[in-house]
């Protein structure tokens, strides 16, 4: 059975991800804790992964329930615990510090802060196709490749690549259900800079997009639509949630199944 084998969210966009056994769908059809809380710095920009190295050297644990991050630098013996509403700037004074520059954490109740606000669900990848892509690198593994992809719905399907099942053509979406919750499958996600780089520094690791690239491109399953394709430094699924399954919830251990293609609304 092809089944939801993990569920990770990323309460802070741009640190680490909880891995809660079950999530709901809230409004805007993320998943409840998915980037709720975003770091933004004095201009409204988002400090994150992409333009701020600093960021990668950074660990953080949640306790979901009591609404808290511990946070520290990895491999460092001071780490702070805060709650992210009564002590939201007290953490941001604490980020001020590490970063050096002046930075507010705010929240957003009605899905979060996506990296694409047209296709704001959860992504979508399967643990065969992290272990076939780590299999391209020497020295990097299935949990190391999870951190670099940072995907939020991992699928266990037996098959690599499995994922790129759940798109079609352009203007056409895939139905899909995880459990009892239907999801639209857009396309194949757009890679930034993240993923070259390792997780737990932000160093930048030599020939990894070119290898990436090549890879794909290679190994693209005869069921991807290669018109998706404009360039091959695309993984995971972008999805969204119809308004009707807000509310709803998957569970770790949920089936998937693949419904009919339907157009775009």
């Known amino acids: 059975m092809t089944q939801l084998e993990r569920i990770l969210v990323y309460p802070i966009k741009s640190l680490d991800p909880a891995t809660p056994s079950d999530a709901t769908v809230v409004d805007n059809g993320a998943l409840e ?21 600093r960021i990668h050297r950074l660990s953080t644990s949640y306790d979901l329930e009591r609404s808290t991050v511990t946070i520290g630098e990895r491999g460092g013996d001071d780490h702070r615990t805060y709650h992210l509403d009564v002590d939201r700037d007290a953490l941001a004074a604490w980020l001020a510090e590490y970063l050096g520059y002046e930075v507010e954490v705010v929240r957003d109740d009605e899905g979060g802060y996506p990296d694409d606000t047209a296709a704001s669900g959860p992504t979508v990848i399967t643990t ?5 892509v780590a299999d391209w690198y020497d020295d990097i593994d299935v949990a190391e490749m999870r951190r670099r992809l940072r995907a939020n719905l991992e699928i266990e ?16 979406l895939v139905e899909f259900e995880i459990g009892a919750v239907t999801l639209w499958g857009h396309g194949p996600c757009q890679r930034c800079v993240v993923p070259t780089r390792d997780p737990a520094t932000g160093e ?8 990436f690239v090549d890879r794909r491109e290679q190994t693209l399953p005869s069921w991807a ?5 404009d360039h091959y430094f695309r993984l995971m699924v972008n999805t969204t949630i119809p308004a009707d399954e807000w509310g709803a919830g998957v569970a770790v251990g949920d089936e998937v199944t693949i419904g009919s293609i339907v157009d775009a609304p």
């Open 33 to 53: 804790w998915d980037r709720r809380y975003a770091i933004l710095d004095a201009d409204g920009e988002y400090v994150n992964g992409k333009r701020e190295q």
């Open 128 to 132: 065969d196709t992290l272990a076939a």
């Open 157 to 172: 399907a037996g098959e690599a690549f499995w994922e790129d099942r759940l798109y079609a053509g352009a203007d056409t």
């Open 204 to 211: 930048p690791t030599p020939g990894f997009r070119r290898t």
């Open 225 to 229: 639509d290669d018109s998706r394709f």
